[in-house]
């Protein structure tokens, strides 16, 4: 296996929502390898799936005792932790920093979740928010059945693989790309501890009825979290609720509507009475050193709330789903004839794009909400991370390198012509991505 490229950085203007590519060369042969899928048959996932839900049923030959459901709920407890705050608010989102100790800790306590590897997980993740039940969304319950959106679309074979350059700024760490290539070795070891300590009966509770019960939760987020009832605070582009049950269940993740709004906070209740304990917990790891910078929304966005300013914010959302489809198409079209080589090269480039447009969207909209007269500023720093990216661009031959920000420069102007926010941009000519 090839070591994992060191390679990355945060760039400043992002805000810490996602790393971006500083070098494409150093990436090729690693992300050649990783970007293969893997080859067994699908019908070993349907197995393993409903093989633990069938475990569960040895609870009738066991029974259960007070010590049982404690730790159940322990396994629980700390399994959800690991995957809501660990895998979803660190790994996808960046929403917090860590030491490097700590954040092998989250990505080791959110493996035992049973829920595939940290970079799979973050990689799927990542996409979800860039085209939230859109039809490219593959769990969206608004574009597919239920039972799909719930836990089916875990178990396509279509869903296995992971696109890496989705989540390049993690591969710097081996141990990271450890746990994500062999995640069934600390899983098979938590189930042998506990089998060592509570046998049977412990292990059944322990380990099978509380990974099922993790499970279904974490999978409703996707399902109940985007249909039936809830509130919506903000008028996201999707369908996100906000869920006091699910809430309780995921440790403060049902404040599902918060989140998409403002999905670089690290804090999901955003009112006093919507409860997070996972917020919590890492404002008490806080205090000793081992997390910090803990992003929360600005109080500008919990106070606007004007119907026609949640109108127009949701059309700006929609404008930036656009904007990232056109910077794709703008790509693809300037890159017609590339080799294989060239085409793993330039689909780091788009996903170092679409880092940029989370950026830009973050900056935006702090911007709207605090003064939008100085939008302009948000719009050129986007164009300065772009031309940034194209800069840093590589090892593609002479006609890519022509076309490409040509390319990206009328797309970017065009873009901008139909922001919802466009009279708060200052008028300029066309200049260069």
Request: glycine share 8%; proline share 4%.
């Amino acid at each position: 296996m090839p070591s994992p490229p060191r390679v990355y950085r945060a760039p400043e203007a992002s805000g810490g929502v996602y790393s971006c590519v500083s070098n494409y060369s150093d990436l090729m042969s690693s992300l050649a390898e990783f970007k293969k899928a893997p080859t067994y048959p699908n019908y070993l996932d349907y197995i393993g799936y409903w093989g633990i839900h069938a475990v569960c049923l040895g609870a009738l030959w066991t029974g259960v005792t007070t010590r049982d459901l404690v730790v159940c709920a322990v396994s629980y407890f700390v399994r959800m932790f690991g995957v809501m705050v660990g895998f979803h608010r660190y790994f996808s989102h960046r929403s917090f920093k860590a030491t490097r100790g700590m954040q092998f800790v989250l990505a080791l306590l959110g493996t035992l979740g049973v829920q595939k590897g940290v970079l799979w997980w973050a990689a799927h993740h990542r996409f979800h928010h860039r085209y939230s039940d859109t039809e490219v969304d593959v769990h969206s319950p608004m574009q597919r059945s239920f039972l799909y959106s719930h836990c089916g679309w875990q178990l396509d074979k279509n869903n296995r693989g992971t696109d890496y350059t989705r989540v390049a700024d993690l591969m710097k760490y081996p141990e990271i790309v450890w746990l994500n290539n062999w995640d069934l070795i600390p899983q098979a070891i938590y189930a042998a501890l506990i089998f060592a300590f509570f046998g049977w009966s412990g292990l059944i509770w322990g380990f099978f009825i509380s990974t099922i019960l993790l499970w279904h939760a974490i999978h409703g987020i996707g399902s109940f979290g985007h249909r039936f009832g809830g509130y919506r605070r903000f008028a996201t582009t999707d369908n996100s609720r906000n869920k006091w049950f699910l809430a309780i269940l995921l440790l403060g993740e049902g404040w599902h509507n918060n989140h998409h709004f403002y999905q670089s906070s690290a804090k999901q209740g955003f009112v006093w009475w919507e409860i997070d304990v996972g917020y919590y917990i890492l404002k008490v790891l806080s205090l000793f050193g081992v997390v910090w910078d803990l992003r929360k929304p600005p109080d500008a966005l919990i106070r606007n709330r004007e119907p026609a300013l949640q109108t127009t914010m949701r059309r700006f959302g929609t404008w930036v789903q656009d904007l990232r489809r056109g910077l794709h198409r703008s790509v693809d079209d300037s890159t017609t004839g590339a080799t294989d080589d060239e085409k793993l090269r330039l689909d780091i480039f788009k996903q170092a794009l679409e880092a940029r447009v989370d950026a830009f969207d973050a900056d935006a909209t702090n911007q709207i909400l605090k003064d939008p007269s100085k939008l302009g500023e948000a719009e050129g720093r986007f164009r300065s991370a772009l031309a940034s990216e194209v800069e840093q661009l590589d090892n593609v031959s002479a006609a890519i390198s022509a076309a490409l920000p040509a390319a990206l420069q009328h797309e970017v102007t065009r873009s901008l012509e139909t922001c919802p926010f466009r009279h708060f941009l200052p008028k300029r000519a066309a200049h260069a991505v």
